[in-house]
T-cell receptor, first 112, second 113 residues
């Protein structure tokens, strides 16, 4: 079983749609979680950290469910510019090493 | 404005050549990482460093080597390039415990012919 698993998609949605991605992780002792965005042939960029209480940044909402070991990302009112691959990232123990585990990514294509 | 720099951005080179991919960061981060990523595929950690004179192999076996003589510099070397080394190589750094995530360089796209 992979340490971080995502549905690769692609998710094809119309502009304005709400789309949700889920990600599961295997190590229950993992401490920190992130969503990264990667555009085609570019480097990954941090989209948002994920906190236990859930957090929101504009149209983006991230949730963490420790009991079920999954992380979600919700995008509201999708824009064409949201088209990218979204990477779920986990910091497993020992957390002080700073080694992050990246999921394979979920591809989103927003169409006009 | 990028705080972590990779050069070259693109490299096409013949089989058997020795190459060095450069990575430098100006953030004073102790931890640095090299990832390999094929098109449409996931990132694989190939090397990491926790500080000067510290280097470790990552989860994916790689024929490349790294060095960390200065905090800001983490070059990756291939002694004899082969077509199987064709890939994108991404360098990243972090401030420490991983609580703040990584900052990535813009990558080097390597093609070995």
């Amino acid at each position: 079983r992979k340490e971080v698993e995502q549905d690769p998609g692609p998710f094809n949605v119309p502009e304005g749609a709400t789309v949700a991605f889920n990600c599961t992780y295997s190590n229950s002792a993992s401490q920190s979680f992130f969503w990264y965005r990667q555009d085609c042939r570019k480097e990954p960029k941090l989209l948002m950290s994920v906190y236990s209480s859930g957090n929101e940044d504009g149209r983006f909402t991230a949730q963490l469910n420790r009991a079920s070991q999954y992380i979600s990302l919700l995008i509201r009112d999708s824009k064409l510019s949201d088209s990218a691959t979204y990477l779920c990232v986990v910091n497993p123990p020992p957390s002080n090493t700073g080694k992050l585990i990246f999921g394979q990514g979920t591809t989103l294509q927003v169409k006009p | 404005e990028a705080d972590i720099y990779q050069t070259p951005r693109y490299l096409v080179i013949g089989t058997g050549k020795k190459i060095t991919l450069e990575c430098s960061q100006t953030m004073g981060h102790d931890k640095m990482y090299w990832y390999q990523q094929d098109p449409g595929m996931e990132l694989h950690l190939i090397h990491y460093s926790y500080g000067v004179n510290s280097t470790e192999k990552g989860d994916l076996s790689s024929e490349s080597t790294v060095s960390r003589i200065r905090t800001e510099h983490f070059p990756l070397t291939l002694e004899s390039a082969r077509p199987s080394h064709t890939s994108q190589y991404l360098c990243a750094s972090s401030s420490g415990t991983g609580l703040s995530g990584y900052t990535f360089g813009s990558g080097t796209r390597l093609t070995v012919v």
